[in-house]
């Protein structure tokens, strides 16, 4: 059982920058489907998409895997010969929860495909050869600078047939489209319970540590990575999510 979204209810004299902390862990699945339109419906889509690219003998990982939704989705989705889950997080309280959740899933189902979870950075984490990776809203946070090294080391570590699917949240060029997105987001934040102080504390606490891209930006930074073709297949609003193909 998780907490309703409360965090950032009460007036902060100064708004601390936003971490992955227990205090985020306990409320963050209430936290993700109020903030990101489509998570629910990007995230089972994920394994479902996960089914099509995955090759025997080969690891799927889940970068930035937060409470192991995603892994959960692959886990539900891929029956693939010898195929395994590498579930990485550099959060400890998220790394311990998301333990506890793919516990409680293996009590449901059964033969699920086999799965470790790691803590650790994953720009320091060396790739064993995989088929399918998933970076669900996890590039966002990762220093601009350091992304296209970490794409390229996806890149080299993908087999024939593999897939990278990336999920971001957008900016956009156009001055008026970036407004009207952006107006939209907030609407969708209001229409789901947060008032207008949760929106603006959570803005300001998330905006030094969480750096989106754009559209374009986000395929070109692909296409120079090795990837041949980048294919979206989900947009709500501003967030997205893309088909990188080795």
Same mark, same amino acid.
């Given at each position: 059982?998780?907490?309703?979204?409360?965090? &950032? @209810?009460?007036?902060? @004299?100064? +708004? /601390?920058?936003?971490? &992955?902390?227990?205090?985020?862990?306990?409320?963050? #699945?209430?936290?993700?489907?109020?903030?990101? #339109?489509?998570?629910?419906?990007?995230?089972?889509?994920?394994?479902?998409?996960?089914?099509?690219? @995955?090759?025997?003998?080969? %690891?799927?990982?889940?970068?930035?895997?937060?409470?192991?939704?995603?892994?959960?989705?692959? !886990?539900?989705? +891929?029956?693939?010969?010898? %195929?395994?889950?590498?579930? +990485?997080?550099?959060?400890?309280?998220?790394?311990?929860? %998301?333990?506890? $959740?793919? $516990?409680?899933?293996? =009590?449901?189902?059964?033969?699920?495909?086999?799965?470790?979870?790691?803590? =650790?950075?994953?720009? @320091?984490? *060396?790739?064993? #050869?995989?088929?399918?990776?998933?970076?669900?809203?996890?590039?966002?946070? +990762?220093? *601009?600078?350091?992304?296209?090294?970490?794409?390229?080391?996806?890149?080299?570590?993908?087999?024939?047939?593999?897939?990278?699917?990336?999920?971001?949240?957008?900016?956009?060029?156009?001055?008026?489209?970036?407004?009207?997105?952006?107006?939209?987001?907030?609407?969708?934040? !209001?229409?789901?319970?947060?008032?207008?102080?949760?929106?603006?504390?959570? !803005?300001?606490?998330?905006?030094?540590?969480?750096?989106?891209?754009?559209?374009?930006? $986000?395929?070109? !930074?692909?296409?120079? =990575?090795?990837?041949?073709?980048?294919? /979206?297949?989900?947009?709500?609003?501003?967030?997205?999510?893309?088909?990188?193909?080795?």
């Amino acid at each position: 059982m998780t907490d309703p979204d409360r965090l &950032f @209810a009460a007036p902060l @004299a100064q +708004v /601390p920058d936003f971490v &992955f902390n227990e205090d985020v862990v306990r409320v963050f #699945p209430d936290m993700i489907k109020r903030s990101v #339109p489509g998570y629910p419906t990007i995230v089972e889509n994920i394994g479902v998409l996960a089914a099509r690219f @995955a090759q025997p003998n080969t %690891c799927l990982y889940d970068l930035g895997a937060s409470l192991g939704a995603v892994t959960q989705a692959l !886990r539900r989705h +891929v029956k693939t010969d010898g %195929c395994r889950v590498i579930a +990485v997080d550099n959060s400890t309280a998220m790394v311990e929860r %998301c333990r506890e $959740h793919l $516990h409680a899933q293996d =009590a449901m189902f059964q033969e699920l495909l086999p799965v470790e979870v790691v803590e =650790a950075d994953i720009l @320091a984490l *060396p790739l064993q #050869p995989a088929s399918v990776v998933a970076l669900n809203f996890t590039l966002q946070f +990762v220093p *601009p600078q350091e992304r296209p090294t970490l794409l390229a080391r996806i890149r080299q570590s993908l087999c024939p047939g593999g897939a990278l699917i990336l999920s971001e949240k957008l900016r956009f060029d156009e001055d008026d489209e970036q407004a009207l997105l952006t107006d939209l987001h907030i609407a969708f934040k !209001r229409a789901n319970g947060y008032s207008e102080l949760e929106i603006a504390q959570k !803005r300001s606490a998330i905006e030094n540590v969480m750096k989106p891209d754009s559209l374009e930006t $986000h395929r070109q !930074r692909l296409l120079d =990575a090795g990837f041949s073709r980048v294919v /979206p297949w989900f947009q709500c609003l501003n967030f997205a999510s893309l088909i990188a193909l080795p």
